[in-house]
Nanobody, 124 residues
Framework: QVQLVESGGGLVQAGGSLRLSCAAS????????MGWFRQVLGKEREFVAA????????YYADSVKGRFTVSRDNTKNVVYLQMNGLKPEDTAVYYC?????????????????WGQGTQVTVSS
């Protein structure tokens, strides 16, 4: 069993920054590729970013390139999403994702594990 717990969401003005964290626990936590999705109620889940098991491969949605940075600390089993230059259209519930196979499953939204989500609201 793997558990993912997000933190760091909140309310921020346009142009501001937030850093989300996702802590992984469980028996396979050292083997997990990880990433982030976001979703507005009633809309499709949207891929945001993914990072491979040792951080050598990183992927971003075009909408966040140059503004968001995904990173990980495998010693602490934590993945981060640093969000800079936030825009109102970034408002969503952000979900942590993880999979023992690799980033391809995450990019296809076929990952094995999901966090509970954390709300990010960007005001204008």
């Amino acid at each position: 069993q793997v558990q993912l717990v997000e933190s760091g969401g909140g309310l921020v003005q346009a142009g501001g920054s937030l850093r989300l964290s996702c802590a992984a626990s469980g028996r396979t936590e050292n083997t997990l590729a990880m990433g982030w999705f976001r979703q507005v109620l009633g809309k499709e889940r949207e891929f945001v970013a993914a990072i491979s098991r040792i951080g050598s491969s990183i992927y971003y949605a075009d909408s966040v390139k140059g503004r968001f940075t995904v990173s990980r600390d495998n010693t602490k089993n934590v993945v981060y999403l640093q969000m800079n230059g936030l825009k109102p259209e970034d408002t969503a519930v952000y979900y942590c994702a993880a999979d023992p196979v690799g980033t391809s499953k995450i990019r296809d939204a076929r990952n094995d594990y999901w966090g509970q989500g954390t709300q990010v609201t960007v005001s204008s």
